[in-house]
């Protein structure tokens, strides 16, 4: 890929992200604010502190999925702005509302906690994880002035994967179900749950047709790098493909499998952007679905 400014946004579109994890982004419309994510729990104060320093009004809350980097920091938010309407998918109201979730959500927040900020002691909070309005493809929220924002959904690094479209600049925030794009040479596939689902999200964002595209975990893409970017991610996906099919014929267990994925793939420039501990679990995630993949 071109090296790229990728934190050089459209003049509407502010990055408040604070410390490490998922992005946190702020869009502007005529006469009302979303934020697309919050980042990590241990960062929310600061998070909030980036947004007021914007406006003391925040609108909608878009939610991309329920992983604990991108809604950690949710709670933190509300208590700020507690008339925002937060919004995301059906199956993400449904996770949010689960006490298993939260507790694994409690657990990686302090661990990431503990890895960026040693000597915090600031609770992990899991209150409030919520979504007040459920989106389905093509739903459109109205920013004023004739900006909006509209949804698809995305599924393939979770069943509540959500993308969001900016209008009128074509501007296309991605899931992670279809790549993330690391150090400016790599695509990262982190398809947590179905192979099938990541492709068929992949043809919507082909379909979509955006002007711009923004990553998760990255920002923006150059200009022009769109295709280029969306072929890398399905050749990258089958790289992993034939490396599973390899280890099968190996004879490896799962177990023997998970050593062999995380040693090819870990590399700690990983950790400013999350724990060891999350890696390995997302890497027994992708490894299954590769197997489920590969058996279908």
């Known amino acids: 890929m071109e090296r790229n400014d990728r934190f050089v ?6 990055r408040v992200t ?11 419309g005529g006469d009302k604010y979303a934020l697309l994510d919050c ?37 933190y938010i509300l208590d700020e702005y507690p008339e925002a309407t937060v919004c995301g998918g059906e199956k993400c109201k449904s996770i ?19 890895l960026y900020e040693p000597d915090s002691l600031e609770e992990i909070r899991t209150d ?6 459920v989106l389905h493809d093509g739903d459109l929220l109205d920013l004023g002035g004739g900006v909006q924002v509209s949804a698809w959904e995305m599924k393939g690094h979770t069943d509540c994967s959500i993308g969001y479209m900016l ?11 279809t790549g993330i794009l690391e150090w400016d040479d790599y695509v990262h596939t982190p398809v947590l749950k ?3 689902d990541a492709f068929d999200s992949l043809e919507k964002c082909r379909k979509l047709n955006p002007e711009r595209v923004c990553l998760p975990h990255y920002g923006m893409l150059p200009k022009g790098s769109e295709k280029a970017f969306f072929d890398a991610f399905v050749t990258e996906c089958f790289n992993k493909i034939d ?14 499998m998970l050593e062999e994925y995380i040693e090819k793939y870990w590399d700690p420039r990983k950790l400013k952007e999350q724990p060891f501990e999350a890696f390995a679990i997302n890497s027994g995630h992708v490894l299954d679905a590769i197997i489920r993949y590969v058996g279908e």
């Open 96 to 114: 949010l509302q689960k006490d298993s979730a939260k507790a694994l959500m409690r657990k990686l927040g302090t661990d990431a906690r503990n």
């Open 194 to 196: 179905n192979f099938a």
């Open 243 to 256: 490396m599973v099919k390899d280890m099968k014929s190996r004879g490896l267990s799962r177990d023997e």
């Open 39 to 75: 980042g990590m729990a241990y960062c929310g104060k600061q998070a909030v502190e980036n947004i007021k320093k914007i406006t003391d009004r925040l609108d909608f809350i878009l939610l991309s999925h329920s992983h604990y980097d991108h809604i950690g920091a949710l709670p």
């Open 128 to 133: 409030n994880l919520r979504v007040d309005r």
């Open 167 to 177: 209008e009128p600049e074509r501007l296309l925030f991605t899931s992670e179900s």
């Open 18 to 28: 604070a410390g490490h994890g998922g992005e946190a982004l702020l869009i502007r």
């Open 9 to 14: 946004f459209p003049d509407r579109i502010s």
